[in-house]
T-cell receptor, first 116, second 112 residues
Framework: DARVTQTPRHKVTEMGQEVTMRCQPI?????VFWYRQTMMQGLELLAY????????DSGMPKDRFSAEMPDATLATLKIQPSEPRDSAVYFC??????????????FGAGSRLTVL | QQQVKQSPQSLIVQKGGISIINCAYE??????FPWYQQFPGKGPALLIA?????SEKKEGRFTISFNKSAKQFSLHIMDSQPGDSATYFC???????????FGSGTQLTVLP
């Protein structure tokens, strides 16, 4: 059963520290999305890639967040420096871009971040 | 920018009853409109999705009704079971990458 793998599952860190979250999309999927989930804001789109190229990261605070796809099997989301308001669950999702129905995404289990 | 409004925020249904969750979207889109189910501590999982040129899709106890002219779609869960207790999200596509904009979620509780 193909799945999106995210690490770490849980991370507790102190304000000001760097945090890196990793995602392995489903093999063959060429779109990758990063979402953030909080009680107040729900599921917010942070950034997305197609064929490893960043298409839009307007949902991210640019001064502290960065997203990359160094290769087809790895996507990263980095926060530097982290702040308490970044505490949330971060989800990676992948999909088959390019055809109708390809927008239906498969989500990972999420990385729960707590910034003290 | 796509906007999606989902209601109700929470829903309590007796076992065997029908659960109905509604969503409204703003911008016309030509890709699938999915519903996701999320259990605590898990990521959202695809439940069912519908093409915008179809008015209804049924998979087991789950049915999506789609009203393109009104820009509304709804999820019906027939014969609701306690195991259906979860948070449900609708989503609408937009943009060149057909990225999904999610509704705010509905927390469904099915009483035994």
């Amino acid at each position: 059963d193909a799945r999106v793998t995210q690490t770490p599952r849980h991370k507790v860190t102190e304000m000001g520290q760097e945090v890196t979250m990793r995602c392995q999309p489903i093999l063959g999927h060429n779109t990758v999305f990063w979402y953030r989930q909080t009680m107040m804001q729900g599921l917010e789109l942070l950034a997305y890639f197609r064929n490893r190229a960043p298409l839009d990261d307007s949902g991210m605070p640019k001064d502290r967040f960065s997203a990359e796809m160094p290769d087809a099997t790895l996507a990263t989301l980095k926060i530097q420096p982290s702040e308490p308001r970044d505490s949330a669950v971060y989800f990676c999702a992948s999909g088959l871009g390019g055809s109708q129905g390809a927008n239906v995404l498969t989500f990972g289990a999420g990385s729960r971040l707590t910034v003290l | 920018q796509q906007q999606v409004k989902q209601s109700p925020q929470s829903l309590i249904v007796q076992k065997g009853g029908i659960s109905i969750i509604n969503c409204a979207y703003e911008n016309t889109a030509f890709d699938y409109f999915p519903w996701y189910q999320q259990f605590p501590g898990k990521g959202p999982a695809l439940l069912i999705a519908i093409r915008p040129d179809v008015s209804e899709k049924k998979e087991g106890r789950f049915t999506i009704s789609f009203n393109k002219s009104a820009k509304q779609f709804s999820l019906h869960i027939m014969d609701s079971q306690p195991g259906d207790s979860a948070t449900y999200f609708c989503a609408a596509p937009s943009g060149s990458a057909r990225q999904l904009t999610f509704g705010s979620g509905t927390q469904l509780t099915v009483l035994p």
